[in-house]
């Protein structure tokens, strides 16, 4: 008897509402009340364009996205190590920090090889051009293989 009241009530809501409802649901693992919600979402049907276009148009925006974050925290990082104005490490410590930066550019450029798209319009997006040190050493190749799944994964490739 509950069911049929509760429905109504989920149908008057906005799709918002219904969404947040929806996620506190699920989250409560409560796939009866999610069932009733989303059955209550009213169905529409829409022209758009091809979804490829729209899974890559938000891969690359998820890609700025991470890359930028990854950037900021990867060049906080080289902030805090041992490095004489040049670029040149002092220690260990500052030289497997620039070694991270050099995997994260590596990785940028070439998960966006392989997208064909230019690495400069991920950086303009996320803010990090502009800002190229000239950092002597070579890719951190544990972290040039965490990068690049991480770039490819966001980026939708796979």
């Not at 805090?80 to 930066?101: E, K, W, Y």
Request: glycine share 4%; net charge neutral; proline share 3%.
């Amino acid at each position: 008897m509950r069911k049929q009241p509760i429905n109504k009530l989920y149908s008057q809501l906005t799709p918002h509402e219904q969404a947040n409802l929806a996620f506190e649901a699920a989250m409560r693992k409560d796939e009866k009340e999610v069932a009733l919600i989303l059955n209550a979402v009213e169905q529409k049907t829409y022209v758009t364009g091809h979804a490829d276009y729209h899974i890559r148009s938000q891969g690359l925006i998820y890609l700025s996205g991470i890359f930028g974050i990854t950037y900021w925290k990867s060049f906080f990082k080289l902030s805090t190590a041992n490095i004489n104005p040049t670029g040149v490490a002092f220690d260990s410590l500052a030289q497997s920090r620039i070694n991270q930066f050099i995997a994260l550019n590596t990785a940028l450029i070439n998960v966006c090889t392989l997208l064909k798209i230019d690495p400069e319009a991920i950086r303009e997006f996320a803010e990090c051009q502009g800002i190229t040190p000239d950092f002597k050493g070579t890719a951190d190749e544990k972290f040039l293989e965490k990068y690049t799944e991480l770039f490819t994964i966001t980026a939708r490739l796979t």
